[in-house]
């Protein structure tokens, strides 16, 4: 799939995003090795630690359905706001766990955009190695 395509399923995502509190919506669409998309949406809550954001609830949405790292081709992340949206800091260590390092992550809010990778977003990493002895 072509990164603006991939994009363009992250806006669709988007449109299911609950955010009643910061009225910010953010879309996320992964593309799996076998060509399937899956979504999120940043889900908020009243109790604002319980929120989840777009990012994680798409790669949570892939591991429920089998898939895992070696799987997940690509990952697009959109929002509504002035600036392209980045991952918060839960979210790339959620990342740096769960999906290849230079996996492609697509940003945009649809007038600006860029290519990342969760090496790039987070370059020292707290991984698996660290906490297992």
């Known amino acids: ?10 806006f669709k995502a988007m449109k299911n995003a609950y955010a009643p509190y910061s009225n910010y919506h953010v879309g996320a669409a992964i593309e799996t090795a076998d060509g399937k998309i899956i979504y999120g949406a940043n889900i908020e809550n009243a109790s604002f630690g319980a929120t989840n954001c777009a990012e994680r609830s798409a790669v949570f949405a892939a591991y429920s359905n089998g898939y895992r790292k070696d799987t997940i081709k690509a990952l697009a992340i959109v929002s509504d706001g002035d600036r ?3 991952p918060c800091g839960i ?3 959620v990342l ?3 999906v290849e390092g230079d996996m492609p992550i697509y940003l945009s809010n649809g007038k600006d955009e860029c290519t990342t ?3 790039e977003l987070l370059p020292m990493q707290f991984v698996q190695e660290d906490v297992i002895r």
Do not use: G, P, Y
């Open 84 to 86: 392209i949206a980045a």
């Open 91 to 93: 979210c790339r260590q």
């Open 96 to 98: 740096c766990e769960l």
């Open 117 to 119: 990778c969760i090496n």
């Open 1 to 10: 799939m072509e990164k603006q395509e991939l994009i363009n399923e992250a």
